[in-house]
Structures are given as structure tokens and as C-alpha cells.
């Protein structure tokens, strides 16, 4: 069987399209933000996995002996056992004597956990209510009319109101933080479902009879991959910056467990005199966020070009 | 025009109402009895019993929301438990370091980085525009109270420049008033500035893939008339409506920047009000910054036909 | 100047060995190969070619509005003798609308939507001249005058929305010919338009360059428009100028086989001798078919639009019915009526013995099968993200038939179509768009429907696809004994595909009949306006052998 491609400028056209398009893994691995951005968060899981190989002591061990040490001055530590042990304090220590080297590094782990909990819930959450909601018109008007009272009380007060409700926890933290999240994932959702169900493709797809599932799924959810996996991104780094700061304000996870905002908080009393309790959570917040932004960046590059006018 | 107004303000009161309703139930929503929430851990029952009398807890649901709502509208949003005055006028006590605040940052945000993102845009590619969206990004991943200490650190603590904390009202000189402005402004500043920038570059660049761009450059145009009067002006509208989206993130800096400069307004009174557990002031602030985060907004929406003719109601 | 003069003295454009060299990794190294061409005073040139073919970065890279990743890569563009292809920005800021001007296709987003069009105007005389603000104004409204506008101060105190695209249009050459260039380069302006407001702008070009006797550079991939306009024509293949002379010569004695073909493709006006199937099963009957879009709504009282208003016709197995109209007739709303991809107002579409018309989801998903659509978009049409064989397969597999039964039925098909069957576990977007019409048409053919809806199908496609797709179609439905339904605003396609014709205007049917009588014993005003419109109307373009 020969190809009946007999008309020249037909061949050219598929010629051209045939020139072989690096793959998405190819594209992603040339990106630059996306090496840099990748790499740091994969360095920040790693310390926050390995903090208690990385010569760290227990984070909440108070000792009044040790108070406001500066970073890298020797102390000596009397044990239970009556031992004495010399180390350095690489970061210094808080007011209550407590390592912060250590509490930073274990500190890592709160900070990952809760972007990447709310980033994950408040995307499974929103795709679901944006395909949803995309399709079905009768539902669409009452979703979409919480869905903008949601976003009408500004993140930040509305996940402030919701702490204050319930007793202080990284659950708590997370809950609060994912609802404020959740009408931006579902508005994102519901308008590339709004534009791709015109796509003469789906139209075909119900010509041909596909029941309304296959659709969604089928037709319309792999288009969404592309921009939630980017946005998924920035919500990791808002959702670490969120948390810091209601653990900055004294709202957040309880001040005995190591957050990167409860040591600032900590910290803020002796600012003038010992920065150094707010410094080091400062470079290692900011870094993370950083690296979770520029990884977003270049996603959002490579996987979904249009969407660089969304916010 | 005057019905596309009546049309948008009938369409923000069920906005409004889902707030109204949201902050109502926050205190019904709590795990156990609110009034005994707001009693604290050391109250007595009789204590706990007069609360519940207070809000009028036994009411059903319904009347309950009727009877706040009813007062809320009449300027009564009851009593503060810890600061023990009443909410509105503890709100009045506020507002002025909040509003003066949020105005400078604003005025500040907008100026700097409009500019920023157009030329960032015209250099697309280039080192300026690189410069510009690596500040971009930073300044989406630096806290404000990061922000906040580092420039206390330096400009008060290190030079000496400017006053490290506290907030001088307008009416005692303007001079006081505006220095101790500058930091907390700044502060609150960088991401607003951060999130404009990018917007503008990005609507620029599309702009400047139009049609009409290349219609412009094809009349003979020098490059700064086409970016500035073909496309800055066509992407005016994201822009726009991105900065009043943005107010959102201004509130929530508010509350932050007061906590950090220690400034005696309505930010920190939420602070203080939360770590207090005073729901009556929580509700009322979450109602006052959600009220006027939507109106902005509205406001913005009616604005776009000054922006874009094409929008006619 | 008249017509004697022509073609005499200096060319105002003189173009020489001109290459423009295309991104690497292309398929090809340039947009356009050492070129050569010459546009005299008073005369209209056209560079014709299919898509691809690089006539319209010709024309960017004469005026420098070249993207950066399609840089000059040789030759010469003498503009009045002096070469533009290596003048400096500033240089070539000074010259474009003072002696070089430039009209776009798509009047709809070439005008600044923020901007009067009387300040667009402005703006090039502000830049180009010392005119003082009034005479500035008056010199516009003239302007506006000559290029036969209504109401010119209302025009000059308008948005671009407000205003028609033909009107568009001409506030473009408005723009291009205030300055009284020597040279105006159209880059199919007339593409993006009514057939209707086509004849008129093609007729107010032709006149304003005879007064003012211009040189045109006229890009189009028409041949009915190069009848219309060309004094001579030069055809480009692949970035390549294979041949250029006087359009007569050219549209009659094509030599290089490149242009016999081209030509050979242009279907003709004079409808084609087809034997009717009267006697067979009629398949689809519309009986007052109506949609009716907006109102209802609270504020916006009195904005509903009759997109289609009591629609009646019969279409029988075996037998093709055309819906021509221009854009807005009605003439999609009623095929996607007809389809069920939108909600009739009222009315009846009987489909054999059921009526589809108002039938809710749950049982029309039965009949889904027997009527099958192919659209416009050949690059919208199958979704990216899965092969062209899993789009093929998977209507026969809603309706419940086995994978491997499916698969061999796409196999089929593809021969049917003239693919290569192997290519099923291929991607859209390897394919051209002519092939992916073809695998659209495979996968509409694999439900085995009764009507086969071609929305537009071909309009997207060049010419020369075009013919081999139209070829297509009518072979399959003679074949398989179709009924099929061709909706198109080219009424020479509709000429050589239909049996019959309903000519729409404004959601109603003002003609129906065999395509014979519609074509050439026309009833209705608007039906006879229409066909005057078609440019190369009067031309019969040969059929030449492929040499």
C-alpha cells in the first residue's frame, strides 16, 4: 500500500510536521529554572529527610546553661549522665538554649510537609469541583457563587479566621491554608474545561457517542494536567510562606514543635541583639520558597507557555 | 452604564452575604460550646451561662444570624471581650495607620513597578529583563516580616537612618508621620511590587504580538511610541485588575507589617484579637477587609471601560 | 495615468536574488530562495502561492517588519532605487508609510481596539509630516472620503469594534494611503472577508491605484482574486518564484507544472452535470428548524438573535445539499442543529422516522451514530493527546464493537482515505492538515452514518488539498451511497460537490434549489448579488494535464 501523498505542497506541510518535537522530559531537563529550581527543593527534601544525620541534636532540648549563644561559639553541655559534651552551636541558640542548627534543619520537614499536603489536597479538592462544575450548568451556578464568596476574604484573614477555630496543629495550619487555595484551583479547572469543551475535537467525541464521563476524562482532564501541576507549584511555595507566618504571629503550629516561623517568632524578642535567630530560618524559608518558585517557573515554560499572564 | 452598575453591585450581594454568613458561623462552627470558647479554660459555668445569655446562643440558628446582622447593619457589632469597648469604636481607633499604610504602599507599588514590567518586557530576553523577574521571584519568596527585620536591620539598626518602630498619626506632623511610614511601606511593597512587575511584562508581551503592533511598527513609529501608547495601554486591563486582585495580598501583609513595626492598626488588631481568642473583633475585621477588598473590586470592574472602549454596558 | 502607461519607466520596487533564510531544524533552510521580481509604477502584482510558500515574508522583509527569527539572508529590495533590505531601522521608519505602505489581512485586530480610528490615522501624519492639528483633520476626513466611506467624521470619532470589517478595512487603506506612498503592499486583504465586502474592497484598490498610480504588491492564494486584480502574477512553491508574466498568459498558458496544477485546482463556478437520485430514501427532512440565541435573561431584554429561522430541507441517500451564505447567515447553526451539537429553538429534523430535533440526551445517544460531522479546524479536530487510530476507533466502541474488530475497520478506513494504515498509532500533529481532514473523514466514516455533515470541511485547506479532499468526499459518497450535507460560504465548491443548494441570509433560506437553477437562473436579489460577487466569476480556469 503506497501513500497517496501526491500533492507536494500537502507533503512539505507533513514533512515539516513530522520533524520530531523533543519530548516533554527533554524540554523539562533543559530548562534552566527547572534544573536549578529542582535541584535545591531536592536538596531541602534531603536535609529535612536526613536532619538527624546531619549532626543535629533534639530540637526542643531546652538548657538554660546555653542561652543566646552566637553562631559557631563552643559550648559545653552537661548530659543526664553526667558526661560533658563540647560542640559548636553552627547557627547559635535561642533564648531557652535550644540548638537552632538543629530546629532549622528538622524545621525543613514542616515546612515540606505542609506545601506539599495543601498543594496536593487543594488540587485534588479543585479539580474536582472545577471539572465538575465545568460541565454540569445547574451546578455551576451555586459553585461557583462560594467559590467567589471564598475568594472575596483575603487568604491570609480567611485561613487567620479559620485557625482560630480550632486547636492549634499542622493539621489545623493545613486545613486553613488549603481553603483559600481551593476557588483559585477550581476557577483555573473550570476555565480550561470552559474552553476546551468548544474544541471541535470534544464536539466530535460526542458526535461519535461518548458518554459524558469518557469525556471528562478522556478529552478534557489531560488538558488540565499541564497547568495544575504549575499551579500546584505555587501553591507548595505560597502555602510554606503561609505557614511561616501564622507561626510567625503566634497563630500557627504550636511554638514547641520546629517551624522555620516559630523560631523567627521566638527569635523576635532579642532581634537587635541576637539576628541570628531570625537570619537562618529566614535563608532557609526564602531559598525553599525560591526553588519551589523557579521550578513553578520553569514548568509553567515548558509545560503550559499561555499561562504566564495568570498570577 | 448606569444599569451595568446596578447590575454589578445586585451580583456582589451574594459575594458579600456567603462573607456575611462565613464570619457568623465562625464562632457557631467552633468544636463545643462558643461560649464557653470565649469564656477561656478558668471560667465558671454561671460565667459561661451569662455568655451564652449575652449572644443570645439559645436562639435558633436563623434568628441568631438575624439579630447580628440587623446590628451589624445598624453599627452595632457588639463588645470586645478583651478590649472591653465596643468593636466599632476599637475599629475607628484603627483604621487610620492601616489605610495610610496600604495607600503608601499602593502608590509606592504601582509606580515602581509598572515601569519595571514594561521595561522588562521591551528587553525581553535580555540581562535588565532577567534582573528584573529574578527580583520578581524573590520578592514572591521572601516573607514580609523577613522583608520587615532586614530593613530594620540595616536602615535602623545598622545606619541609623530611619526610626526602627511605631507609627506617628498624620495630625501630629507630616514630617513624623511619613518617616515612620517609609519602612513598613517599603516592606509591604516588595511583593506587590513583585506580583505587577510580572503582570505587566507578561500582558505587555502578549500586546506586542498583536496585530496592531505590527499595524504601528508598519506606520513608521519609533519603538517607544508602539510599546508605550499601542501596547502599555491595550494591556491595561490585566494589569488592573491584577492590582486589585493584589489587594488581597496587601491585607494580608497589613496584618503582618503592624505585627512587625509595631504599628496600632487594624492588622494588629487582628493579631492580638485571634491570640486573644476575642471573636467579635475577628469577625468584624474579617467583614471590614473583605467588605472593602470586594467594593475595590467593583470599583475596578466599572473602570475598565475608561481603559478599554470596547467594554460598554 | 492611464492604462497605456503601465508597466513603463523604473520599477518602484525591484527585488533581486532575495533569500530569507527560516529557524534551524525546519524542514526546509529558506522561507523564500533568491527571488526576483519587479512591481512598475501603476501596476498590480501579484505573488500567489499556497500556504508555505513564503509570499507573505516576501512582503514583510520589503517592509522590515520581519520577525527576529527570519532574518534577510541575501538580495536586494530597491525601493526607488534604493535598497531596503539592508536599510537601517531608523531608515526604514522614515520610508514605511511615506513611500511604503502595508495593509494586513485581518482587519479585525490590525487597527489598535483602544484607539479612534481617526487617531490612528493621526498618528502617521503627527509622525511623518509638520501639519498643524486642523489640517491634519481635514486631510483624514478626505481620506476617508476617497476610500468611499460613509459619514467620514463619524468614522474618524470611532473604535475599530464599531465599525464593519469591511469598514475596517478600509480605514486600513485609508492608513496606508494617506502619505501617497509610491509602493502598497496587500497582504490578503481581502481573505478574512465577505465575499460581497471582498468585491468592493478589491474594486476600490484597483481604482485608487489607477488614480493614483501606484505600484501594488498584491499577496493572495486566490486565483479568482488575481483574475480580478493582477496585471501580472507571479506564482511561488516552497519559498521558490517558479513563474512570473502577465496574469493572462499565466491563468491560460501555465508552463511549469507547478502552476497547471494550481490552476487545474480551482474548482469552477459552472456547477457540474450530476445525475440526481430522486427516486432513492430521503434521509434528513428539517421541517421550520429554528434557533433562536439570548434573551431571557433579566438585563438583557431584546438581544435575541434568529440565527435560524424556519429552515426547510430534504436531503436523499446518495445525494449532496450545499448551505452557502456568508459569515452569520446561519448556515453552521443549522448543520450543528441538524447534528445535535446544539439545542434546536423549535422545529422538526427528521431523521429517517425519528425526530431528533427536541429529543433529550438519554435517547439520543442511539442515534448519534447515524449522523457524523467533519469540521473546518483540521487542527482542532482530533485531540493531540491521543492517536489518530484510538480517535478513529473509539466511536465503534461507545456502540459496544471489540477493540481488534475496531482497529481493523480503522485500518480500512485509512485506505479508503489514502493513508498509510501503519501510520494509525501516529499523532495528530504529525500528520499535514490535508491528512488530518482525511483521518477526521475516517473516523466520521467509521460509525457507517446516513448524513455526512462537512461543516466548512475544506475551507481551511489549500487549494490543491482542497481538490483532492472535494474528489475525495464525492467519491465516498457515491460509493457508499451518502447522504451528505455541505456547508460553505466558497460557491465554487458548492458548485462542483452539490446536487442542490439552499443559498441563507440573515438565519433564512432565500433559495433552494438544484444547484443548475441557483447558479445560473438565480430568483432572489441576494442570490444574484452573491454570485457577482465571486471574484474570477466570468473566468473558466482550465484543467490542464499535469505536464
Redesign the interface.
Do not use: W
Given at each position: 500500500?503506497t501513500?497517496?501523498?501526491?500533492?507536494?505542497?500537502?507533503?512539505?506541510?507533513?514533512?515539516?510536521?513530522?520533524?520530531a518535537?523533543p519530548s516533554v522530559w527533554k524540554r523539562l531537563s533543559q530548562n534552566m529554572s527547572v534544573r536549578i529550581g529542582g535541584a535545591m527543593v531536592l536538596v531541602m527534601v534531603l536535609i529535612g529527610l536526613a536532619a538527624p544525620l546531619l549532626g543535629t541534636i533534639d530540637p526542643a532540648r531546652i538548657d538554660p546553661t546555653t542561652r543566646n549563644r552566637k553562631p559557631g561559639v563552643e559550648v559545653t553541655v552537661r548530659n543526664d549522665d553526667g558526661t560533658r559534651t563540647t560542640r559548636t552551636v553552627h547557627m547559635g541558640t535561642d533564648s531557652l538554649g535550644r540548638d537552632i542548627y538543629s530546629r532549622v534543619l528538622y524545621g525543613a520537614r514542616v515546612s515540606l510537609i505542609v506545601g506539599i499536603s495543601v498543594a496536593s489536597l487543594s488540587i485534588v479538592i479543585g479539580v474536582f469541583i472545577g471539572l465538575v462544575s465545568g460541565y454540569i450548568r445547574w451546578l455551576d451556578g451555586i459553585v461557583m457563587?462560594?467559590m467567589?464568596?471564598?475568594m472575596?476574604?483575603?487568604?491570609?484573614?480567611?485561613a487567620?479566621?479559620l485557625?482560630?477555630?480550632?486547636r492549634a496543629g499542622l493539621g489545623t495550619v493545613i486545613f486553613a491554608i488549603v481553603v483559600p487555595e481551593i476557588p483559585r484551583v477550581v476557577r483555573l479547572v473550570r476555565s480550561v474545561v470552559l474552553s476546551v469543551r468548544e474544541?471541535?475535537?470534544v464536539?466530535?467525541?460526542?458526535?461519535?457517542?461518548?458518554?459524558l464521563p469518557?469525556i471528562l476524562w478522556?478529552?478534557i482532564l489531560?488538558n488540565t494536567i499541564a497547568p495544575v501541576i504549575v499551579q500546584g507549584t505555587f501553591i507548595c511555595?505560597a502555602a510554606i510562606?503561609a505557614e511561616?507566618?501564622l507561626s510567625?504571629?503566634?497563630?500557627g503550629i504550636p511554638t514547641d514543635t520546629p517551624t522555620w516561623g516559630n523560631i523567627?517568632a521566638e527569635g523576635r524578642q532579642f532581634?537587635?541583639v541576637h539576628?541570628h535567630n531570625?537570619l537562618y530560618p529566614?535563608i532557609f524559608?526564602?531559598i525553599t520558597?525560591?526553588a519551589?518558585?523557579?521550578l513553578g517557573?520553569g514548568l509553567r515554560d515548558t509545560l503550559d507557555p499561555k499561562m504566564?499572564?495568570r498570577? | 452604564m448606569f444599569a451595568f452598575i446596578a447590575r454589578r453591585l445586585v451580583a456582589t450581594i451574594?459575594?458579600?452575604?456567603?462573607?456575611a454568613i462565613?464570619?457568623f458561623m465562625?464562632l457557631r462552627?467552633?468544636?463545643g460550646d462558643p461560649a464557653a470558647v470565649i469564656a477561656g479554660d478558668n471560667a465558671t459555668s454561671d460565667q459561661v451561662a451569662a455568655i451564652r445569655a449575652k449572644l443570645g446562643l439559645d436562639e435558633p440558628l436563623h434568628t441568631q444570624f438575624f439579630i447580628w446582622s440587623g446590628k451589624a447593619l445598624a453599627g452595632d457589632f457588639g463588645e470586645s471581650f478583651f478590649f472591653k469597648k465596643t468593636v466599632a469604636e476599637l475599629i475607628v481607633q484603627r483604621i487610620e495607620p492601616t489605610a495610610m499604610l496600604a495607600l503608601c504602599t499602593l502608590i509606592l507599588a504601582v509606580s515602581i513597578a509598572v515601569p519595571l514590567g514594561v521595561l522588562a518586557a521591551a528587553r525581553q530576553g535580555g540581562w535588565v529583563d532577567r534582573a528584573i523577574m529574578g527580583f520578581s521571584?524573590?520578592g514572591?519568596?521572601?516573607?514580609?516580616?523577613?522583608v520587615g527585620?532586614?530593613l530594620?536591620?540595616l536602615f535602623a539598626?545598622q545606619w541609623g537612618l530611619l526610626p526602627v518602630q511605631g507609627y506617628r498619626r498624620i495630625a501630629e506632623g507630616f514630617g513624623d508621620f511619613i518617616i515612620r511610614l517609609i519602612l513598613p511601606s517599603v516592606t509591604l511593597a516588595v511583593i506587590y511590587i513583585a506580583?505587577i512587575s510580572?503582570?505587566t511584562r507578561?500582558?505587555v508581551?502578549?500586546t506586542l504580538g498583536e496585530d496592531y503592533i505590527r499595524t504601528a511598527r508598519a506606520k513608521g513609529l519609533p519603538g517607544r511610541t508602539v510599546l508605550l501608547r499601542h501596547a502599555l495601554r491595550n494591556a491595561a486591563v490585566?494589569i488592573i485588575t491584577?492590582i486589585g486582585?493584589g489587594?488581597?495580598?496587601l491585607?494580608?501583609g497589613v496584618?503582618?507589617t503592624e505585627?512587625v513595626y509595631n504599628i496600632p492598626g487594624v492588622g494588629r488588631l487582628?493579631?492580638d484579637a485571634?491570640?486573644a481568642?476575642d471573636?467579635p473583633v475577628?469577625q468584624v475585621?474579617?467583614l471590614m477587609?473583605?467588605f472593602v477588598?470586594?467594593l475595590i473590586n467593583l470599583v475596578i470592574d466599572i473602570a475598565y471601560s475608561f481603559f478599554d472602549p470596547r467594554i460598554r454596558y | 495615468m492611464n492604462a497605456s502607461s503601465v508597466g513603463e519607466g523604473r520599477p518602484v520596487l525591484d527585488v533581486r536574488d532575495l533569500s530569507i533564510a527560516l529557524p534551524k531544524?525546519?524542514?526546509?533552510p529558506f522561507a523564500a530562495e533568491k527571488v526576483n521580481f519587479t512591481v512598475k509604477r501603476g501596476e498590480i502584482v501579484c505573488l500567489v502561492g499556497?500556504?508555505?510558500?513564503g509570499k507573505s515574508v516576501i512582503a514583510q522583509g520589503v517592509m522590515g517588519l520581519l520577525p527576529k527569527a527570519l532574518p534577510i539572508a541575501g538580495g536586494e529590495a530597491f525601493l526607488d532605487g534604493e535598497d531596503v533590505a539592508k536599510a537601517s531601522e531608523a531608515r526604514l521608519r522614515e520610508l514605511r508609510c511615506v513611500r511604503m505602505a502595508m495593509i494586513f489581512q485581518e482587519p479585525m485586530t490590525a487597527l489598535n481596539p483602544v484607539m479612534t480610528c481617526g487617531d490612528q490615522i493621526d498618528e502617521v501624519l503627527r509622525e511623518h509630516t509638520q501639519m498643524g492639528a486642523d489640517e491634519r483633520k481635514r486631510k483624514i476626513i478626505q481620506i476617508f472620503e476617497q476610500v468611499r466611506m460613509p459619514d467620514p467624521p463619524r468614522i474618524y470619532a470611532s473604535y475599530p469594534h464599531q465599525l464593519s470589517g469591511g469598514q475596517r478595512q478600509r480605514v486600513m487603506i485609508a492608513m496606508a494611503l494617506v502619505l501617497e506612498p509610491d509602493l502598497l503592499i496587500a497582504d490578503e486583504p481581502t481573505t478574512a472577508l465577505d465575499v460581497t465586502t471582498q468585491a468592493q474592497i478589491l474594486q476600490l484598490i484597483k481604482d485608487i491605484q489607477r488614480d493614483k498610480g501606484m505600484g501594488v504588491l498584491f499577496i493572495t492564494h486566490d486565483f479568482g482574486v488575481v483574475r480580478e486584480i493582477a496585471h501580472r502574477v507571479a506564482v511561488l512553491?516552497?519559498g521558490e518564484l517558479v513563474e512570473m508574466g502577465p496574469t493572462d498568459d499565466i491563468l491560460l498558458r501555465p508552463k511549469h507544472p507547478?502552476s497547471r496544477m494550481l490552476i487545474s485546482s480551482v474548482p469552477s463556478m459552472h456547477p457540474a452535470e450530476r445525475p440526481r437520485a430522486t427516486e432513492s430514501k430521503l434521509v434528513l427532512r428539517t421541517e421550520n428548524l429554528t434557533k433562536i440565541y439570548g434573551g431571557g435573561s433579566l438585563f438583557s431584554k431584546g438581544h435575541s438573535v434568529k440565527a435560524a429561522d424556519k429552515v426547510n430541507i430534504e436531503i436523499r441517500q446518495g445525494e449532496s445539499v450545499g448551505i452557502v451564505g456568508e459569515s452569520g447567515s446561519g448556515k453552521s447553526t443549522v448543520a450543528r442543529c441538524i447534528?445535535?451539537?446544539i439545542d434546536p429553538t423549535e422545529g422538526r429534523v427528521r431523521l429517517g422516522e425519528d425526530d431528533v430535533a427536541l429529543m433529550p440526551q438519554r435517547l439520543l445517544?442511539r442515534h448519534?451514530?447515524r449522523?457524523?460531522?467533519v469540521?473546518?479546524?483540521p487542527y482542532?479536530?482530533?485531540?493531540p493527546?491521543?492517536t489518530v487510530g484510538d480517535?478513529i476507533i473509539?466511536?465503534p466502541m461507545?456502540?459496544g464493537m471489540e477493540r481488534s474488530e475496531a482497529w481493523a475497520r480503522a485500518r480500512k478506513l485509512m485506505?479508503t482515505v489514502?493513508?498509510?494504515?501503519d501510520?494509525l498509532d501516529r499523532y495528530p500533529?504529525?500528520?499535514?492538515?490535508?491528512?488530518r481532514q482525511r483521518i477526521?473523514i475516517a473516523?466520521a466514516l467509521?460509525?457507517e452514518p446516513e448524513l455526512l455533515i462537512a461543516d466548512e470541511a475544506v475551507s481551511a485547506l489549500?487549494v490543491?488539498?482542497q481538490a483532492?479532499v472535494l474528489d475525495l468526499l464525492d467519491e465516498i459518497r457515491q460509493r457508499l451511497n451518502l447522504a451528505m450535507l455541505f456547508i460553505t460560504h466558497d460557491l465554487r465548491v458548492a458548485a462542483q460537490v452539490c446536487h442542490e443548494v439552499a443559498v441563507m441570509e440573515k438565519g433564512i433560506v432565500v433559495e433552494y434549489g438544484p444547484v443548475a437553477d441557483v447558479f445560473l437562473r438565480p430568483q432572489h436579489p441576494y442570490t444574484k448579488s452573491l454570485l457577482a460577487a465571486a471574484p474570477g466569476r466570468d473566468w473558466e480556469f482550465g484543467k490542464f494535464e499535469a505536464a
Open positions: 500500500m501513500i497517496a501523498l501526491e500533492n507536494e505542497v500537502d507533503a512539505a506541510a507533513a514533512r515539516a510536521a513530522a520533524v518535537r457563587r462560594i467567589d464568596g471564598l472575596a476574604i483575603p487568604g491570609i484573614l480567611l487567620i479566621g485557625v482560630s477555630l480550632f474544541e471541535p475535537y464536539e466530535a467525541a460526542i458526535s461519535v457517542g461518548t458518554p469518557k478522556r478529552h489531560p511555595g510562606l511561616a507566618t510567625f504571629l503566634g497563630i523567627m532581634f537587635r539576628p531570625i529566614a524559608l526564602a520558597v525560591l519551589v518558585n523557579m517557573d504566564s499572564k498570577v | 451574594p459575594v458579600l452575604l456567603f462573607v462565613f464570619v465562625l462552627l467552633t468544636p521571584v524573590l514572591f519568596s521572601v516573607p514580609v516580616f523577613v527585620y532586614l530594620i536591620y539598626i506580583l510580572r503582570i507578561a500582558s508581551i502578549e490585566p491584577v486582585i489587594i488581597a495580598l491585607i494580608g496584618v503582618v505585627s487582628t493579631v485571634v491570640l481568642r471573636f475577628i475585621v474579617i477587609f473583605s477588598y470586594v | 531544524g525546519g524542514d526546509r499556497e500556504s508555505g510558500s512553491r516552497l507547478y447534528a445535535r451539537l445517544r448519534r451514530r449522523i457524523q460531522i469540521f473546518q479546524d482542532r479536530s482530533l485531540n493527546r491521543r480517535s473509539e466511536g461507545n456502540f485506505e489514502r493513508l498509510d494504515p501510520s500533529h504529525q500528520f499535514s492538515g490535508g491528512q477526521c473516523r467509521a460509525m489549500d490543491s488539498v483532492q
